[in-house]
């Protein structure tokens, strides 16, 4: 998988909520400040070249749409977490995040209930 900086996650957040998009409307969806049409543009090429964005051309400019959906990025994304910090085991990471996050044992329950629903 490809890491994405926190700017192009932002990016490719706002192409997943809009599936199809040109630069203009990416800048559109940036709160004030917005950043510079050539940053986002830029960053848009970076994307592309990281293979998460394709582009078609619409007319005289290109239309970017993502090479995946966010539910496949980002069963990738924690794959890839489970991997690298916790021994590619599944219970380390969960012990990681229930002790972190001080579960309540009506959460604990869920959590327990989901597995078993899951198994």
Do not use: C
């Not at 940036?30 to 394709?54: R, S, W």
């Not at 991997?83 to 044992?105: G, I, Q, T, V, Y």
Request: hydrophobic share 40%; glycine share 2%; charged share 35%.
């Amino acid at each position: 998988m490809k890491e994405l900086t926190k700017r192009e996650e932002q990016i490719m957040e706002i192409v997943w909520r809009l599936k199809k998009a040109f630069i203009r409307d990416i800048l559109g969806e940036f709160p004030e400040p917005q950043p510079h049409y050539n940053t986002v543009a830029t960053l848009v090429k970076i994307l592309e070249k990281k293979g998460v964005l394709q582009a078609e051309m619409i007319g005289n400019t290109y239309e970017y749409s993502p090479t995946q959906d966010f539910e496949a990025y980002r069963e990738e994304f924690l794959e890839e977490v489970k991997e690298r910090f916790f021994d590619n085991s599944l219970p380390k990471m969960l012990a990681h995040f229930a002790k972190k996050e001080k579960l309540s044992e009506a959460e604990k329950e869920e959590l327990i209930r989901i597995i078993k629903s899951k198994l």
